[in-house]
């Protein structure tokens, strides 16, 4: 059974650009979580989706978006980029968000912003 | 607002000896998950064990074990016979299972553990 994929694993991008990154949860997982992981800062929840809504919301600014697809992948991206975006995007999936089963995360995208 | 705590940024334990990593947690909720999450050099983040608030056994998953005391909010995790794979940064972190929470979870900073052969 795969796990939950990421790509890409790393980008490197300049200050002001955008950038999409996607996440593939596994098969039959319905619900797919995104974090941010800076050293600063630690694990940062930015969103969650369910069945293509958005369920939740972290506090990030509206750069900060993300969409899930009828097929469950989703991807996350980020706005006119700054250089405290520079981090590790961790994506979750779980079978239901449901708060009894815990998440398996991808490997993440390291995104640099230069 | 929750919180997590991971007192020790760092530890070192011998090669098949025993190592206890801390947590605390703040909560004036009832209801609550705790997880401990592993993440080796491949950054993925691995789930190690899982405790229910509701349950007063503790958790364990083979080697490793949590000492959950609920009136004190803490959530230790004992890995007994440690093995030079477990060197890794672990995660603790909450989850809220009140009804209408946002039920992400909230992480500690976690505490780098070094095994040593």
């Known amino acids: 059974k795969a796990g939950v994929t990421q790509t890409p694993r790393y980008l490197i991008k300049t200050r002001g650009q955008q950038v999409t990154l996607s996440c593939s949860p596994i098969?039959?997982?319905?619900?797919v979580s995104w974090y941010q992981q800076t050293p600063g800062q630690g694990l940062q929840f930015l969103f969650e989706?369910?069945?293509?809504?958005?369920?939740n919301k972290g506090n990030f600014p509206g750069r900060f978006s993300g969409r899930q697809f009828s097929n469950s992948r989703s991807e996350m991206n980020v706005s006119t980029l700054e250089l405290g975006d520079s981090a590790l995007y961790l994506c979750?999936?779980?079978?239901?968000?449901?708060?009894?089963?815990?998440?398996?995360f991808g490997s993440g995208t390291r995104l640099t912003v230069v | 607002a929750q919180t997590v705590t991971q007192s020790q940024p760092e530890m070192s334990v011998q090669e098949a000896e025993t190592v206890t990593l801390s947590c605390t947690y703040d909560?004036?909720?009832?209801?609550?998950?705790l997880f401990w999450y592993k993440q080796p050099p491949s950054r993925q983040m691995i789930l190690v064990i899982r405790?229910?608030?509701?349950?007063?056994q503790n958790a364990t998953e083979n080697r490793f074990s949590v000492n959950f005391q609920k009136a004190a909010k803490s959530f230790s995790l004992k890995i007994s016979d440690s093995q030079l794979g477990d060197a890794a940064m672990y995660f603790c972190?909450?989850?809220?299972?009140?009804?209408?929470?946002?039920?992400?979870?909230?992480f500690g900073k976690g505490t780098k553990l070094s095994v040593k052969p």
């Open positions: 979750a999936s779980s079978l239901l968000p449901l708060r009894v089963y815990g998440y398996t």
């Open positions: 098969s039959g997982h319905r619900s």
């Open positions: 989706y369910f069945s293509e809504t958005q369920r």
């Open positions: 909560t004036s909720e009832s209801d609550y998950y």
């Open positions: 405790q229910e608030a509701y349950k007063q």
């Open positions: 972190a909450y989850r809220s299972a009140a009804p209408g929470s946002q039920g992400n979870l909230i």
